[in-house]
Every structure is written in C-alpha cells, then in structure tokens.
C-alpha cells in the first residue's frame, strides 16, 4: 500500500540556519535606533519565530502600536544592510544531506513555515543548495504570527498532503504544528530550550541525522 503523501514542514531561523548573530546585530539596531534599552540576548532569541510585530510585543509590552511598528521597520533596515555587509547566516550541520535523504522518499513533499518576511526567505532561499527544494513557502507576510496555524494549514492546501510533520526549535512552532492537526518534532540546537520545545512536540532531536528514523516512526506506513 502506498504511504498518503506527507508535508514535512520546516521553521527556518534556529532549525535549518543558525541566524541569531544577524537577529541580534539587527535587534540592537532597531532598540538604538529608537533609543531604547537592548532586551538580554536571552529575552530576544526567546521570541524568534513569532512575526515581528508580535515579538516586539512581548520584549516591549509598554511601546504602543506606532513605536512597535517603527521598531519593526528598523529592525528590517538593520537586517537589510546586514545582508548586504556580511557573511549569510550559516546552515546548521548535517541540514543539506538530510533535505537530500527526504527529497528521495516517495510520500514525502517539503515546505517551509516562517516567522520571515517573503523578502527574508527569498534571501535564505538564495543559496542554490537551497533553491528549488520545497514545494510551499509560507511567510509572515500572509498570516497570523505562529502559533496561529494559518500558514501550517495553508501549505497543506497547496501540497495536497494529508498529513505532515512540522519541524521546528521553538514552542511556537509546536503549538503551531499540533493547532494544525500534525505531527511534531522538535530540534535541541535552536533558540528555545530542549525541555521547552518537548513540552508540545511528539519527538526532539539532537542531529538532522535523526530525523529520517524519527519520522518514519510517527507512522507505521513508511
């Protein structure tokens, strides 16, 4: 019996790139540009994922609707420059050999669910051993911020996939993937701590070289 064709939905910031070094540089520059005081690198990796209106929220529940969007807006000038200045954000270990292993299982179709503007991930999706690989690319531009599951939602409907797995180092994503019907597997290497991310995933792993064996134990088809 051939296994339903399955979503294997991946976040990008602290799953497949390590980008905190920009995020950050990109924070400062937007609290600077506002003269306000630069949360803890703690308090600013532990709102990546959410869109960035949402996240200046919770790093600055006091600023009003009108300074929350002038941050956002020097945060993406800050990230712009950056990505014009310095080196991309690097791909974690073992990410390009596993997205080549999924790409070869028959039921499998891979997508992207991010809390990154279309410009962001057209930036990310840049580098050729990136480009052309997911069959749906959902941004923060067209949907609520995780873990709304909009999007997750979405790129089921554009796959035809009747099942899926989301992928992803934070909560967010989690709750994200589980308010979507999928399953979940959370990556120990990213911005929210292991224990946190366990508490609404089916499985966490350590290395993309678990990833195969791990969702290939989520159903009992593959």
Not at 46 to 55: T, Y
Request: glycine fraction near 8%; aromatic fraction near 8%; include cysteine.
């Amino acid at each position: 019996m051939t296994a339903p064709r399955t979503l294997i939905l991946f976040d990008v910031d602290g799953t497949l790139i390590d980008s905190q070094a920009h995020i950050l540089k990109a924070m400062g520059f937007a609290f600077s540009a506002q003269n306000l005081a630069l949360p803890s690198r703690e308090e600013i990796l532990s709102i990546v994922g959410l869109s960035l209106f949402e996240a200046f929220g919770q790093l600055c529940p006091y600023a009003d609707e009108a300074q929350r969007a002038d941050l956002v807006t020097s945060y993406k000038d800050g990230f712009f420059t950056l990505r014009q200045t310095t080196a991309p954000s690097p791909l974690y270990p073992g990410a390009l050999a596993c997205l080549d292993l999924l790409q070869g299982v028959e039921p499998f179709v891979l997508g992207i669910a991010t809390g990154k503007s279309r410009r962001g991930l057209e930036h990310v999706l840049s580098n050729p051993d990136l480009a052309g690989r997911f069959a749906t690319e959902q941004v923060a531009d067209n949907h609520p911020s995780k873990p709304h599951p909009a999007m997750v939602l979405q790129a089921m409907a554009e796959t035809g996939a009747s099942r899926g797995v989301m992928i992803g180092d934070t909560s967010f994503d989690m709750k994200m993937g589980r308010a979507a019907g999928l399953k979940t597997i959370g990556v120990s290497w990213g911005y929210h701590a292991a224990s946190v991310v366990g508490e609404n995933a089916d499985r966490v792993i350590d290395h993309f070289d678990c990833l195969l064996p791990e969702i290939q134990s989520l159903w009992n088809d593959l």
